[in-house]
């Protein structure tokens, strides 16, 4: 993984030129910056693992409202990205780990469901798996509304446990493995964990 992630970064496709900040997030305790377009809950940029890699691809490929910076200017955005963030106000909500994405059962609403959907390209052309369209009739879901409902099955799942829930479970599972090869650039590959770990709950 870190050969990989000390590649140079390229923008991610369409997402060149945006006004946004810096957010970051720890993966089994190393710091990741990305920047971030607050108006359309959108990730912009991969997971750059240095703080001076990030200020220059945030001064090449990103704005500010007030038109473009140097790296000067973005390096204190990047450093204020590591105690604070704008998205979350409790810092361990941007903590992970790839044991915890591939053992455990996401919080509805979590912001790591949060950073999936505002960094995913979803996909609504997804053919379902029969077992998965079948539970969606079951529980009454449109499949149109997979996002939407995904919240729902996971607080079943947490609350009665997830051999009480296998409908809700497959609709789950199915989620976050899609939702990860959705994810553009190095995304897919940090988030890896959680996909695997779908596949076997």
Request: hydrophobic share 40%; charged share 25%; net charge negative.
């Amino acid at each position: 993984m870190e050969q990989e992630l000390a590649e140079r970064f390229d923008p991610l496709p369409g997402r060149v030129g945006h006004v946004g900040g810096i957010e970051s997030l720890t993966l089994d305790g190393r710091r990741y910056y990305f920047g971030f377009d607050y108006q359309s809950d959108l990730v912009v940029s991969p997971l750059i693992g240095d703080p001076d890699t990030m200020a220059a691809f945030a001064a090449e490929h990103m704005r500010q409202s007030d038109g473009s910076h140097d790296a000067s200017y973005w390096a204190a955005l990047v450093t204020y990205a590591v105690g604070r963030s704008d998205l979350v106000a409790d810092d361990t909500k941007r903590e992970f780990t790839a044991e915890g994405l591939r053992t455990g059962i996401p919080a509805p609403g979590s912001h790591l469901l949060y950073l999936l959907d505002a960094a995913g390209e979803w996909d609504d052309s997804f053919t379902l798996p029969t077992d998965v369209r079948e539970a969606f009739a079951r529980l009454g879901f449109d499949e149109d509304d997979a996002i939407e409902c995904v919240d729902e099955c996971l607080r079943a799942i947490r609350e009665d446990g997830a051999d009480a829930r296998p409908d809700e479970r497959a609709v789950a599972r199915w989620y976050l493995a899609s939702s990860v090869t959705c994810l553009p650039g190095n995304w897919a590959l940090l988030f890896a964990p959680l996909a695997e770990g779908a596949a076997v709950r």
